[in-house]
């Protein structure tokens, strides 16, 4: 799934790259690319017109398992992602949730959509985003977009959290 596997989830670690993150260049035009581990070829980062995505944290895989474990492993989840949307609404202020609902259904029908939300579903990173900007974004004259998100492809994959830094507003998109 991602290069994270394995990894211990920290509020503060995540928080810090997503800030690393924000001081990065995204590209201003060009084709979605999504760059894999060159050892693994599980997911790094993908990048597309106005945006960078990357994977925070990639919880175990769920294969054989049932509730209550499956249960709390969820729970797990959404207090990890509940703890850094918390630093970072302490950083930038409250975030502003974002649905996945319309994009959802535009990648179902095969519609156009913004490249990020394509990138997003093409990530099975289906999860409804925090969203937070314009936030600073060091040097940068014009702030950039951060969102997290909590998603998991299916039953049995693992939860990923994930995070994206655009040069443009993260909107809810219109049905």
């Given at each position: 799934?991602t290069a994270?596997?394995g990894e211990t989830?920290?509020?503060?670690?995540?928080?810090?790259?997503?800030?690393?993150?924000?001081?990065?260049p995204?590209?201003?035009?060009?084709?979605t690319?999504?760059?894999?581990?060159?050892?693994?070829g599980?997911?790094?980062?993908?990048?597309?017109?106005g945006?960078?995505?990357?994977?925070?944290?990639?919880?175990?895989?769920?294969?054989?398992v049932y509730?209550?474990?499956?249960n709390?492993?969820?729970?797990?989840?959404?207090?990890?992602?509940?703890?850094?949307?918390?630093?970072?609404d302490?950083?930038?202020g409250?975030?502003?949730p974002v649905s996945?609902?319309?994009?959802i259904?535009?990648?179902i029908?095969?519609q156009p959509?913004?490249?990020?939300?394509?990138?997003?579903c093409?990530e099975?990173?289906l999860?409804d985003?925090?969203?937070?900007?314009p936030?600073?974004a060091?040097?940068?004259?014009n702030?950039r977009?951060?969102?997290?998100s909590?998603?998991?492809?299916?039953?049995d994959?693992?939860?990923?959290?994930?995070?994206?830094v655009?040069?443009r507003p993260?909107?809810e998109?219109?049905?």
């Open positions: 799934m994270r596997a989830f920290e509020t503060g670690q995540a928080a810090a790259e997503i800030e690393a993150l924000l001081a990065e995204v590209p201003a035009t060009g084709p690319v999504t760059e894999g581990d060159p050892v693994s599980e997911w790094t980062v993908t990048r597309g017109e945006f960078v995505s990357v994977p925070l944290w990639e919880g175990d895989s769920l294969t054989g509730a209550p474990e499956w709390d492993a969820e729970e797990a989840a959404e207090a990890q992602l509940a703890d850094l949307v918390e630093e970072l302490r950083r930038w409250s975030h502003r996945m609902r319309v994009p259904f535009r990648n029908e095969d959509m913004p490249a990020l939300f394509q990138a997003l093409d099975d990173l999860g985003l925090a969203v937070w900007g936030v600073p060091g040097s940068a004259t702030g977009w951060v969102a997290v909590l998603n998991q492809s299916d039953g994959a693992p939860m990923i959290i994930a995070a994206v655009s040069d993260i909107i998109l219109d049905e």
